[in-house]
Protein backbone atom coordinates (compact mmCIF):
# COMPACT_ATOMS: atom_id res chain seq x y z
CA UNK A 1 0.00 0.00 0.00
CA UNK A 2 1.14 3.65 -0.96
CA UNK A 3 -0.41 5.37 1.80
CA UNK A 4 -1.98 4.70 5.10
CA UNK A 5 -5.45 6.42 4.21
CA UNK A 6 -7.39 4.38 7.28
CA UNK A 7 -8.85 7.50 9.50
CA UNK A 8 -10.67 7.94 12.22
CA UNK A 9 -13.29 9.87 13.76
CA UNK A 10 -12.56 13.47 14.68
CA UNK A 11 -13.66 13.86 18.19
CA UNK A 12 -13.29 17.84 19.06
CA UNK A 13 -11.70 20.68 17.93
CA UNK A 14 -9.62 22.92 20.11
CA UNK A 15 -6.63 25.13 20.63
CA UNK A 16 -4.71 24.46 24.11
CA UNK A 17 -1.24 24.15 25.21
CA UNK A 18 0.80 20.83 24.93
CA UNK A 19 1.37 19.16 27.78
CA UNK A 20 5.32 17.93 27.28
CA UNK A 21 8.49 19.75 25.30
CA UNK A 22 10.43 17.91 23.02
CA UNK A 23 14.35 17.73 23.83
CA UNK A 24 16.81 17.53 21.63
CA UNK A 25 19.97 15.33 20.33
CA UNK A 26 22.73 16.27 17.84
CA UNK A 27 23.55 12.76 15.92
CA UNK A 28 25.69 14.42 13.33
CA UNK A 29 27.32 17.90 12.52
CA UNK A 30 29.36 19.77 10.35
CA UNK A 31 32.77 19.17 9.49
CA UNK A 32 33.68 23.01 10.40
CA UNK A 33 31.46 24.63 12.98
CA UNK A 34 31.95 28.50 13.71
CA UNK A 35 32.87 29.34 17.17
CA UNK A 36 30.29 32.06 18.50
CA UNK A 37 29.99 33.40 21.76
CA UNK A 38 26.52 34.49 22.86
CA UNK A 39 26.13 37.05 25.80
CA UNK A 40 23.22 36.93 27.48
CA UNK A 41 20.90 39.58 26.79
CA UNK A 42 20.81 42.59 29.57
CA UNK A 43 17.54 42.62 30.68
CA UNK A 44 16.02 45.27 32.51
CA UNK A 45 12.53 46.07 34.35
CA UNK A 46 10.66 43.41 32.13
CA UNK A 47 9.34 40.18 33.12
CA UNK A 48 10.62 38.28 29.29
CA UNK A 49 12.40 34.82 28.67
CA UNK A 50 16.14 36.13 27.54
CA UNK A 51 16.64 35.92 24.06
CA UNK A 52 20.47 34.63 24.70
CA UNK A 53 18.69 31.62 25.61
CA UNK A 54 16.69 31.06 22.68
CA UNK A 55 19.46 32.17 19.83
CA UNK A 56 22.00 29.92 21.64
CA UNK A 57 19.61 26.48 21.71
CA UNK A 58 18.69 27.44 17.71
CA UNK A 59 22.48 28.02 17.17
CA UNK A 60 23.77 25.13 19.12
CA UNK A 61 21.05 22.37 17.89
CA UNK A 62 21.83 23.59 14.14
CA UNK A 63 24.95 21.36 14.47
CA UNK A 64 26.72 24.70 11.76
CA UNK A 65 27.85 27.12 15.20
CA UNK A 66 29.95 25.85 17.80
CA UNK A 67 29.03 27.93 21.43
CA UNK A 68 32.06 29.55 23.12
CA UNK A 69 31.27 29.49 27.15
CA UNK A 70 30.14 33.01 28.04
CA UNK A 71 31.37 32.70 31.45
CA UNK A 72 28.59 34.67 33.42
CA UNK A 73 29.61 37.50 31.33
CA UNK A 74 26.62 39.50 30.30
CA UNK A 75 26.11 42.14 27.54
CA UNK A 76 27.02 45.62 27.86
CA UNK A 77 24.50 48.60 27.67
CA UNK A 78 25.75 49.29 24.55
CA UNK A 79 27.99 47.80 21.91
CA UNK A 80 31.07 50.06 22.51
CA UNK A 81 31.55 48.87 26.10
CA UNK A 82 32.33 45.19 24.53
CA UNK A 83 35.68 44.11 23.82
CA UNK A 84 35.65 42.35 20.69
CA UNK A 85 40.13 41.18 21.00
CA UNK A 86 38.90 39.15 24.47
CA UNK A 87 36.31 37.18 22.60
CA UNK A 88 38.57 36.78 19.83
CA UNK A 89 41.17 35.23 22.45
CA UNK A 90 38.75 32.47 23.67
CA UNK A 91 38.22 31.74 20.80
CA UNK A 92 34.95 33.05 19.12
CA UNK A 93 34.80 34.24 15.41
CA UNK A 94 31.36 35.86 15.74
CA UNK A 95 29.46 37.76 19.16
CA UNK A 96 26.27 38.03 20.33
CA UNK A 97 24.80 40.64 22.29
CA UNK A 98 21.90 42.34 23.08
CA UNK A 99 19.47 44.13 25.45
CA UNK A 100 15.18 44.01 26.58
CA UNK A 101 13.92 47.29 27.58
CA UNK A 102 10.38 48.38 28.41
CA UNK A 103 8.68 49.88 25.88
CA UNK A 104 5.09 51.66 25.59
CA UNK A 105 1.73 50.18 25.54
CA UNK A 106 3.41 47.46 28.02
CA UNK A 107 5.74 46.13 25.12
CA UNK A 108 9.52 45.44 24.96
CA UNK A 109 12.01 46.70 23.31
CA UNK A 110 14.79 44.06 21.74
CA UNK A 111 17.64 45.43 21.05
CA UNK A 112 20.59 43.06 19.11
CA UNK A 113 24.08 43.45 17.25
CA UNK A 114 25.97 40.71 16.07
CA UNK A 115 30.06 41.27 15.43
CA UNK A 116 33.06 39.83 13.75
CA UNK A 117 35.19 39.25 16.66
CA UNK A 118 38.25 38.19 14.27
CA UNK A 119 38.08 41.71 11.91
CA UNK A 120 36.53 43.85 14.77
CA UNK A 121 33.99 44.70 12.83
CA UNK A 122 29.91 45.03 13.08
CA UNK A 123 27.99 42.51 11.07
CA UNK A 124 24.58 43.58 11.77
CA UNK A 125 22.29 45.37 14.74
CA UNK A 126 18.35 45.60 14.63
CA UNK A 127 15.63 46.41 16.87
CA UNK A 128 12.34 44.61 17.35
CA UNK A 129 9.29 46.02 19.46
CA UNK A 130 6.86 43.40 20.98
CA UNK A 131 4.99 42.03 23.78
CA UNK A 132 6.56 40.12 26.24
CA UNK A 133 5.22 36.91 24.80
CA UNK A 134 6.85 37.73 21.62
CA UNK A 135 10.63 37.42 22.73
CA UNK A 136 10.92 34.36 21.99
CA UNK A 137 9.62 34.75 18.14
CA UNK A 138 11.96 37.62 17.90
CA UNK A 139 14.75 35.56 19.39
CA UNK A 140 14.39 32.85 16.36
CA UNK A 141 14.71 36.19 13.96
CA UNK A 142 17.62 36.95 15.64
CA UNK A 143 19.00 33.62 15.54
CA UNK A 144 17.70 33.37 11.40
CA UNK A 145 20.16 36.71 10.68
CA UNK A 146 22.88 35.52 12.82
CA UNK A 147 23.15 32.28 10.46
CA UNK A 148 22.19 34.28 7.11
CA UNK A 149 25.31 37.20 8.12
CA UNK A 150 27.52 34.21 9.20
CA UNK A 151 26.57 31.03 6.48
CA UNK A 152 25.41 33.73 3.39
CA UNK A 153 22.05 31.53 3.53
CA UNK A 154 18.57 32.20 5.34
CA UNK A 155 18.06 30.62 8.25
CA UNK A 156 14.79 28.40 9.37
CA UNK A 157 14.42 29.05 13.03
CA UNK A 158 11.79 30.60 12.71
CA UNK A 159 9.20 28.75 11.05
CA UNK A 160 6.67 26.37 12.66
CA UNK A 161 6.18 22.43 12.46
CA UNK A 162 2.87 20.57 12.35
CA UNK A 163 2.61 17.07 13.13
CA UNK A 164 0.25 13.94 14.47
CA UNK A 165 1.45 13.55 18.59
CA UNK A 166 -0.23 9.96 19.91
CA UNK A 167 -0.10 9.92 23.50
CA UNK A 168 -2.58 9.04 25.99
CA UNK A 169 -4.15 6.98 23.78
CA UNK A 170 -5.07 9.63 21.53
CA UNK A 171 -4.07 11.59 18.50
CA UNK A 172 -3.63 15.51 18.36
CA UNK A 173 -2.47 17.59 15.57
CA UNK A 174 -0.07 19.75 17.00
CA UNK A 175 1.41 23.12 15.84
CA UNK A 176 4.82 24.31 17.20
CA UNK A 177 7.98 26.54 16.65
CA UNK A 178 10.63 25.21 14.99
CA UNK A 179 12.25 24.42 18.36
CA UNK A 180 9.31 22.47 19.26
CA UNK A 181 8.05 24.96 22.18
CA UNK A 182 5.08 26.75 22.35
CA UNK A 183 3.27 23.85 20.72
CA UNK A 184 -0.50 23.70 20.46
CA UNK A 185 -3.23 21.13 19.70
CA UNK A 186 -5.02 22.33 17.37
CA UNK A 187 -7.55 19.16 16.76
CA UNK A 188 -7.72 15.93 18.87
CA UNK A 189 -9.04 12.39 18.01
CA UNK A 190 -9.27 9.32 20.28
CA UNK A 191 -8.53 7.66 16.86
CA UNK A 192 -5.67 8.50 14.08
CA UNK A 193 -5.47 11.93 12.47
CA UNK A 194 -3.25 11.84 9.17
CA UNK A 195 -2.05 14.05 6.48
CA UNK A 196 -1.33 17.69 7.80
CA UNK A 197 -0.37 20.02 4.88
CA UNK A 198 0.17 24.11 5.48
CA UNK A 199 -1.34 26.59 3.19
CA UNK A 200 1.23 28.87 1.66
CA UNK A 201 0.33 31.59 3.51
CA UNK A 202 0.81 29.73 7.27
CA UNK A 203 -2.76 31.26 7.85
CA UNK A 204 -4.14 27.09 7.28
CA UNK A 205 -3.90 23.43 7.85
CA UNK A 206 -5.91 21.28 5.70
CA UNK A 207 -5.73 17.70 7.26
CA UNK A 208 -7.68 14.35 6.39
CA UNK A 209 -10.34 12.76 9.55
CA UNK A 210 -12.74 10.09 9.92
CA UNK A 211 -15.30 12.18 11.26
CA UNK A 212 -18.25 10.60 9.08
CA UNK A 213 -16.68 7.10 9.42
CA UNK A 214 -15.14 7.55 6.12
CA UNK A 215 -11.64 9.58 4.98
CA UNK A 216 -12.61 13.36 5.19
CA UNK A 217 -10.07 16.52 4.16
CA UNK A 218 -10.75 19.61 6.21
CA UNK A 219 -9.39 22.92 6.45
CA UNK A 220 -8.57 24.35 9.21
CA UNK A 221 -8.13 28.05 9.72
CA UNK A 222 -5.50 28.58 12.79
CA UNK A 223 -6.27 32.27 13.68
CA UNK A 224 -9.95 31.37 15.03
CA UNK A 225 -10.43 27.34 14.86
CA UNK A 226 -12.71 27.16 12.16
CA UNK A 227 -13.26 24.75 9.56
CA UNK A 228 -14.85 22.91 6.81
CA UNK A 229 -15.19 19.95 5.33
CA UNK A 230 -13.65 20.56 1.50
CA UNK A 231 -13.65 16.82 -0.16
CA UNK A 232 -16.61 14.60 1.16
CA UNK A 233 -16.90 12.76 -1.79
CA UNK A 234 -17.93 8.65 -2.22
CA UNK A 235 -15.20 6.48 -1.48
CA UNK A 236 -12.22 8.27 0.55
CA UNK A 237 -10.70 11.65 0.75
CA UNK A 238 -6.95 11.66 1.10
CA UNK A 239 -3.67 13.32 0.63
CA UNK A 240 -4.77 17.09 0.72
CA UNK A 241 -1.62 19.12 -0.85
CA UNK A 242 -2.25 23.27 -1.23
CA UNK A 243 -1.45 24.84 -4.80
CA UNK A 244 1.03 27.68 -5.07
CA UNK A 245 -1.78 30.29 -4.95
CA UNK A 246 -3.72 28.66 -1.91
CA UNK A 247 -6.71 28.26 -4.28
CA UNK A 248 -6.91 25.03 -5.04
CA UNK A 249 -6.00 21.65 -3.38
CA UNK A 250 -4.64 18.34 -5.38
CA UNK A 251 -6.43 15.48 -3.61
CA UNK A 252 -6.60 11.92 -3.51
CA UNK A 253 -10.23 10.75 -4.04
CA UNK A 254 -11.61 7.20 -5.31
CA UNK A 255 -15.37 8.06 -6.07
CA UNK A 256 -14.85 6.98 -9.09
CA UNK A 257 -12.78 4.07 -9.52
CA UNK A 258 -9.40 3.27 -8.12
CA UNK A 259 -7.61 6.22 -6.24
CA UNK A 260 -6.91 9.35 -8.70
CA UNK A 261 -5.59 12.72 -7.84
CA UNK A 262 -8.20 15.31 -8.38
CA UNK A 263 -7.98 19.70 -8.42
CA UNK A 264 -10.07 20.88 -6.09
CA UNK A 265 -11.20 24.50 -6.22
CA UNK A 266 -11.71 25.75 -2.72
CA UNK A 267 -14.13 28.28 -3.62
CA UNK A 268 -16.34 26.28 -5.55
CA UNK A 269 -15.91 22.86 -4.48
CA UNK A 270 -15.64 21.89 -7.47
CA UNK A 271 -13.32 18.65 -7.97
CA UNK A 272 -11.69 18.05 -11.34
CA UNK A 273 -9.95 14.60 -12.22
CA UNK A 274 -6.44 15.25 -13.09
CA UNK A 275 -4.98 11.34 -13.30
CA UNK A 276 -6.79 8.89 -15.20
CA UNK A 277 -6.17 5.02 -15.44
CA UNK A 278 -5.88 1.77 -13.49
CA UNK A 279 -3.24 2.51 -11.79
CA UNK A 280 -2.92 3.55 -7.68
CA UNK A 281 -2.33 7.19 -7.72
CA UNK A 282 -1.48 9.45 -4.62
CA UNK A 283 0.10 11.79 -2.99
CA UNK A 284 0.30 14.79 -5.26
CA UNK A 285 2.50 17.98 -4.72
CA UNK A 286 2.74 21.05 -6.59
CA UNK A 287 5.84 22.15 -7.86
CA UNK A 288 6.66 26.30 -6.26
CA UNK A 289 6.23 27.33 -9.77
CA UNK A 290 2.93 25.85 -10.29
CA UNK A 291 3.76 24.31 -13.18
CA UNK A 292 4.30 20.44 -12.51
CA UNK A 293 2.72 18.11 -10.08
CA UNK A 294 4.73 15.12 -8.48
CA UNK A 295 2.46 12.65 -7.02
CA UNK A 296 3.11 8.69 -6.48
CA UNK A 297 2.04 5.97 -8.78
CA UNK A 298 2.63 1.85 -9.34
CA UNK A 299 1.46 2.48 -12.79
CA UNK A 300 4.84 0.70 -13.77
CA UNK A 301 4.23 -2.01 -11.56
CA UNK A 302 6.07 -0.49 -8.67
CA UNK A 303 5.74 2.49 -6.52
CA UNK A 304 7.08 5.55 -8.11
CA UNK A 305 7.52 9.09 -8.28
CA UNK A 306 6.21 10.46 -11.82
CA UNK A 307 4.77 14.37 -12.34
CA UNK A 308 2.40 15.70 -14.89
CA UNK A 309 2.69 19.13 -16.56
CA UNK A 310 -0.01 21.75 -15.33
CA UNK A 311 -2.95 22.14 -16.64
CA UNK A 312 -1.93 19.54 -19.72
CA UNK A 313 -1.35 16.56 -17.28
CA UNK A 314 1.45 14.81 -19.70
CA UNK A 315 3.11 12.21 -17.06
CA UNK A 316 6.63 11.80 -16.96
CA UNK A 317 8.73 9.49 -14.29
CA UNK A 318 11.07 10.80 -12.06
CA UNK A 319 12.62 8.00 -10.11
CA UNK A 320 14.39 4.99 -11.09
CA UNK A 321 16.62 3.63 -8.94
CA UNK A 322 15.38 1.17 -6.99
CA UNK A 323 11.97 -0.50 -6.62
CA UNK A 324 10.08 1.56 -4.29
CA UNK A 325 9.84 5.49 -3.92
CA UNK A 326 7.10 7.26 -2.65
CA UNK A 327 6.06 10.49 -0.30
CA UNK A 328 7.31 13.42 -2.66
CA UNK A 329 8.67 16.74 -1.61
CA UNK A 330 10.08 19.70 -3.37
CA UNK A 331 12.57 22.13 -2.32
CA UNK A 332 11.26 25.96 -1.99
CA UNK A 333 13.40 26.79 -5.21
CA UNK A 334 11.64 23.97 -7.10
CA UNK A 335 15.50 22.02 -7.39
CA UNK A 336 15.46 19.01 -5.07
CA UNK A 337 13.06 16.45 -4.59
CA UNK A 338 12.97 14.85 -1.28
CA UNK A 339 11.09 11.14 -0.79
CA UNK A 340 11.19 7.92 0.97
CA UNK A 341 13.56 5.16 -0.94
CA UNK A 342 13.57 1.56 0.13
CA UNK A 343 16.84 0.32 0.34
CA UNK A 344 17.46 -3.75 1.63
CA UNK A 345 14.23 -3.83 3.26
CA UNK A 346 14.42 -0.31 4.96
CA UNK A 347 12.79 2.78 4.56
CA UNK A 348 15.38 6.09 4.15
CA UNK A 349 14.79 9.82 3.62
CA UNK A 350 16.73 10.51 0.13
CA UNK A 351 16.97 13.74 -1.67
CA UNK A 352 17.60 13.64 -5.89
CA UNK A 353 19.12 16.91 -8.02
CA UNK A 354 16.22 17.27 -10.27
CA UNK A 355 18.59 18.87 -12.95
CA UNK A 356 21.05 15.88 -13.44
CA UNK A 357 18.62 12.69 -11.93
CA UNK A 358 21.52 12.44 -8.80
CA UNK A 359 20.11 10.83 -5.50
CA UNK A 360 21.94 10.82 -2.05
CA UNK A 361 20.58 8.55 0.95
CA UNK A 362 20.38 11.10 3.86
CA UNK A 363 19.69 8.93 6.25
CA UNK A 364 20.31 5.76 8.25
CA UNK A 365 17.55 5.02 10.21
CA UNK A 366 15.35 2.24 8.84
CA UNK A 367 11.57 3.34 8.70
CA UNK A 368 11.16 7.17 7.85
CA UNK A 369 8.26 8.85 6.39
CA UNK A 370 6.91 12.15 5.32
CA UNK A 371 9.99 14.36 4.08
CA UNK A 372 9.53 17.89 4.35
CA UNK A 373 11.70 20.83 3.56
CA UNK A 374 12.12 24.10 5.68
CA UNK A 375 11.69 27.35 4.42
CA UNK A 376 15.19 27.67 3.57
CA UNK A 377 15.65 24.24 1.68
CA UNK A 378 18.39 23.87 3.35
CA UNK A 379 16.88 21.37 6.16
CA UNK A 380 14.26 17.97 5.77
CA UNK A 381 11.76 17.27 8.72
CA UNK A 382 11.06 14.03 8.37
CA UNK A 383 9.37 10.99 10.88
CA UNK A 384 11.13 7.54 11.99
CA UNK A 385 10.99 4.90 14.43
CA UNK A 386 13.55 4.72 17.41
CA UNK A 387 12.82 1.72 19.88
CA UNK A 388 9.13 0.88 18.08
CA UNK A 389 8.59 4.44 18.68
CA UNK A 390 7.53 7.40 16.29
CA UNK A 391 10.35 10.25 16.76
CA UNK A 392 10.55 13.53 14.55
CA UNK A 393 14.26 14.07 13.26
CA UNK A 394 15.98 16.83 10.54
CA UNK A 395 18.79 16.00 8.26
CA UNK A 396 20.61 18.39 5.57
CA UNK A 397 20.18 18.05 2.18
CA UNK A 398 23.58 17.17 2.07
CA UNK A 399 23.41 14.48 5.08
CA UNK A 400 26.05 16.54 7.02
CA UNK A 401 23.78 17.75 9.83
CA UNK A 402 20.92 15.25 11.95
CA UNK A 403 19.35 16.24 14.81
CA UNK A 404 16.57 14.31 16.95
CA UNK A 405 13.44 15.35 18.57
CA UNK A 406 12.08 13.39 21.39
CA UNK A 407 8.86 13.48 23.45
CA UNK A 408 6.51 11.13 25.44
CA UNK A 409 4.30 10.06 22.85
CA UNK A 410 4.28 8.66 18.91
CA UNK A 411 5.32 11.46 16.87
CA UNK A 412 4.14 11.55 12.87
CA UNK A 413 3.39 12.68 9.67
CA UNK A 414 5.32 16.16 10.15
CA UNK A 415 5.10 19.32 7.42
CA UNK A 416 7.17 22.54 7.78
CA UNK A 417 5.41 25.70 6.79
CA UNK A 418 6.21 27.28 3.91
Not at 18 to 47: C, D, H, K, Q, Y
Not at 292 to 320: C, N
Request: proline residues 6%.
Amino acid sequence: MIRRLILIPFLFLAAFPALAAMTIEIVGGAANRIPVAILPFGVSGVEAVNPALVVASDLGRSGYFKLVEEGGAVSPAEPAGLVLATWKGKGADAVVMGQVLPAAGGKVEVRFWLFDAVRQTQLAALAYTTTPGGVRAVAHKIADLVHEKLLGEPGSYSGRIAYILKRNGRYELQVADADTQNAITVAASAEPLISPAWSPDGQRLAYVSFEDKKPVVYVQNLADGSRRAVARFRGSNSAPAWSPDGKRLAVTLSKDETSQIYLLNLDTGEATRFTRGGALDTEPVFSPDGRWLYFTSDRGGTPQIYKASLPEGQVSRVTFEGSYNVSPALSPDGKTLAFVHRRDGRFHVAAMDLANGQMQVLTDTTFDESPSFAANGRMLLYATLVNGRGVLATVSVDGRVRQRLSQSGDLREPAWEP
